[in-house]
């Protein structure tokens, strides 16, 4: 169900899903002293709704943040509200408005001798110079947001999954740093790929996560419901979606860690592709710490990339890559060979992809990262 929220979304193009405060803290305690006098951006953030916004209104001070800026797309509500009704008469349409907050200060807003949530919702509630409505929908693509994005020093936010590479093509054009929140399938995009190859984007600390977003989409598999309400969420309220990752390009201590490699490499127990030439390697545990040549791996790789340790070579996804590198599509005796192991629909589906052949029998490994260890021990 999950999968479907997601596809529906991306058809839709309705992206409201809101990140939890919990999720936000673990992540971004690694990445602390990056935002000492930064001018921090939330450009895909309803400040009413967005845990983006809290978190860093709450820690201002303590990151030393020069300022914080959050926009709001066009259809956040209105109504309960208050300073923001102040600013016209939504009477016709009282979910329709787009606007901006700037914050360059956080303190005791309500004199209650304490600097916390409640203060922040003072300053949503009672300070108009922080709050002002915007022309251009909110879009983040729009031009009044494009000059807050000039301002801005660091990113951070939950894109919306069906513009992600949009949206991260943007912040590569401008140069900007930043911390968000993508679906791990935009690892394999063609925008995204080469980035990571270059070693201009890596992932965070968080990986392969299964996340309960807020969201709009009703939550019906049982298996998803138990999950929310085992984390402590409304069921009704919220939804499971695996396989969401956090992808920046602020330095961090996970990405210098080198990967222990135990096992030595032998022929028999690591096939070579029959239309290439590397070695399959099915988990990322078994990689050899022998082994001079290239080596297909799973995309969970990423998530333990040390760019000092291992060169990464290319993606298996990419067909244009394949064909530049001479990988060839299957003989019609290999196609038989699947044909008679029933495997017709994913032979479909990688006809050139890369594939090898052990005991007679056509194994077809999914989403292969090719690297290249820099630094192969020898006896």
Not at 297 to 324: H, M
Not at 348 to 361: E, G, P, Q, V
Request: hydrophobic share 35%.
């Amino acid at each position: 169900m999950a999968n479907k929220n997601l596809n529906a979304a991306k058809t839709a193009k309705k992206d409201e899903f809101y990140t939890q405060m919990g999720d936000i803290e673990r992540e971004l305690q690694h990445y602390w002293p990056h935002f000492a006098d930064k001018v921090v951006l939330c450009n895909c953030d309803d400040p009413y709704e967005s845990n983006f916004f809290k978190y860093f209104a709450l820690n201002f001070n303590q990151l030393g943040l020069k300022k914080l800026i959050c926009t709001c797309f066009d259809g956040s509500p209105v109504q309960g509200n208050e300073l923001l009704l102040d600013f016209g008469d939504f009477s016709d349409d009282p979910k329709k408005i787009a606007y901006k907050v700037e914050i360059t200060e956080v303190k005791d807003l309500n004199g209650d001798g304490a600097v916390d949530l409640t203060d922040v919702q003072y300053l949503l509630k009672n300070d108009k110079n922080a709050i002002s409505l915007l022309k251009q929908h909110g879009d983040f693509r729009s031009a009044e947001c494009l000059e807050l994005l000039k301002q801005a020093d660091i990113v951070v936010t939950n894109p919306p999954f069906s513009l992600f590479r949009e949206y991260i093509g943007q912040l590569m054009q401008y140069e900007k740093k930043f911390l968000i929140i993508g679906h791990m399938n935009a690892l394999h995009y063609k925008e995204v790929f080469p980035l990571i190859q270059n070693n201009s984007i890596w992932t965070g600390y968080g990986f392969n996560l299964s996340l309960v977003y807020k969201s709009p989409y009703d939550n019906v598999l049982e298996a998803n419901r138990k999950f929310v309400k085992q984390k402590g969420f409304n069921p009704d309220e919220c939804i499971k979606v695996p396989g969401i990752c956090w992808y920046t390009n602020l330095d961090h201590n996970k990405r210098h860690e080198e990967l222990d490699l135990i096992r030595p490499y032998l022929p028999e127990e690591y096939p070579t592709y029959a239309n290439y030439d590397a070695i399959e390697v099915s988990r990322v545990s078994d990689i050899p710490y022998d082994y001079p040549d290239a080596m297909g791996v799973p995309t969970t790789f990423l998530d333990k990339y040390n760019p000092e340790q291992f060169e990464i070579i290319g993606c298996a996804d990419d067909q244009d890559w394949l064909r530049s590198i001479g990988v060839k599509t299957m003989g019609q005796e290999t196609i038989n060979k699947l044909r008679s192991q029933g495997n017709m629909a994913h032979v479909t589906a990688n006809m050139n992809s890369l594939y090898f052949i052990k005991d007679d029998k056509v194994y077809l490994p999914y989403s292969r990262i090719i690297i290249r260890n820099k630094h192969p021990q020898t006896l």
